[in-house]
């Protein structure tokens, strides 16, 4: 059965870190881009990171760059986001996402991130 499962979400104060993972189940996690997407109350949902799946190439939204981390373990095919000096605006459900040409999209349930004040 195919799933990515994200986890790591939860309350942080502003300035803090977190670290979100993404498992993988069902596919060949390899062959795949990774990105990371958010999605706040009222909002779109937005791009925040993506990885080539070899990892050697990543990409990132403006609003995190120098701040946020996209990376991946092929081997235990699960893929990462290191989320430092975390912001209000950054509170969001963070979605997964996994594509490869020619492939159903593949979407995590989502993890919940609240940075507080």
């Known amino acids: 059965q195919v799933q990515l499962v994200e986890s790591g979400g939860g309350l942080v104060q502003a300035g803090g870190s977190l670290r979100l993972s993404c498992a993988a189940y069902?596919?060949?996690?390899?062959?795949?881009?990774i990105s990371w997407y958010r999605q706040a109350p009222g909002n779109d949902r937005e791009l925040v990171a993506n990885i080539n799946p070899s990892g050697a190439r990543t990409g990132y939204n403006d609003s995190v760059k120098g701040r946020f981390t996209i990376s991946r373990d092929n081997t235990r095919n699960t893929a990462f986001l290191q989320m430092n000096s975390l912001k209000p605006e950054d509170t969001a459900t963070y979605y997964c996402k996994a594509i490869q040409m020619g492939r159903p999209i593949y979407w995590g349930q989502g993890t919940q991130v609240t940075v507080s004040s």
């Open positions: 069902g596919f060949t996690f390899s062959n795949f881009y």
